[in-house]
């Protein structure tokens, strides 16, 4: 029997180039060697206020870009969170289990409350739903009895938390959960923005050259590539390059899948005009295709809300399952049999 393999993309902001590298581009590789649940995590979304009408385009959209990056529902179940009401279920048994210590001290946690406390205009107090989010993510994966999680480098410190949490749960009620291991892509793992690239990509930046959306036109694409911030070097230097230039390179070799030699043949000594515009050849080599194949999707949206029901109506029963063993474990009622 195959391992199971659990991700999440919340349906937020617009998907860039750091979600389809460091996620998508991975769950696709890995479909076919894992039994593989691929979830729009709109319950996740909603801990910074969204507006509804846009919310619900959004978990849409997000499935048409996991069908075009290759996702094939054949393979792989692709769930909306909020339809498979398990999640929330496990996530307020787990919640129950977790020093709240832990959750105070999540990256994410300081720097979303921070950016709300200082910046929303939408939202003038910070929901308990942003604490409990690492929470809810761990019970996204256990629920599942999930091995494997393919995310981008940012996860990371959710993805221990999700562990610890296992672990706690075991000790307090023994063993339960199938313990989680971590899936990094070599190349892509943090793609920077090209505007700042000291911090990672972010669907929420509000740069105009921060990121470049998986849904620009082909010219918006080349214009944010030649934006890109380098250095004060000419040419590539592998040995002295700075964050920037390091960027654009991790960018081109995720999209080809050349080895770091090849890498090095072809960019040593390359001026950065030549550089860019290289990379935004590869990069719009690989989205043009990929945009066909989404705007194809979406003209039939009956297709998509179909491959939603199937997937939840096929994960039902192994979340079901958990979520009975749980209680079993915490003396929660459960019928006689
Ligand atoms: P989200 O929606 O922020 O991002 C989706 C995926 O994209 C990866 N990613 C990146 N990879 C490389 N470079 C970047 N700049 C970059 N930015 C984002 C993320 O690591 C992620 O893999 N909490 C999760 C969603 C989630 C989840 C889960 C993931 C909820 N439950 C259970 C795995 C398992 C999130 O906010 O991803």
Redesign the pocket.
Known sequence: MKSRL?????P?GNLHI??Y???LKNFVRLQSSYESIF?I?DL?AITIYQEPVQLRAKNREIAGLFLAAGIDPKLSSIIVQSQVAAHAELAWMLTCVTPIGWLYRMTQFKAKSETIREKSDTQDSIGDGLLQYPV??AA??LLYQAKV?P?????AQ?RELTRDIAQRFTSLYGETFVMPETSLPSV?????GLDEPDK????SATGAGHAVALLDEPSLIKKKIMRATTDSNPAVDFDTMGPGVANLLAIYQAFDECSDDTMRERFAGMRYGDLKKTVAEKTIEHIEPFQKRYREMMADPAYLDGILKAGAERVQPIAAATVQLVKERMGLYTASR
């Open positions: 659990f991700s999440g993309v919340q937020t750091g979600n590298l460091g996620a979830c995590v996740h809810l993510m996204d994966i999680v995310v981008g480098d940012d996860q959710h892509g793992a943090r793609i920077m990672k990509m972010s669907k």
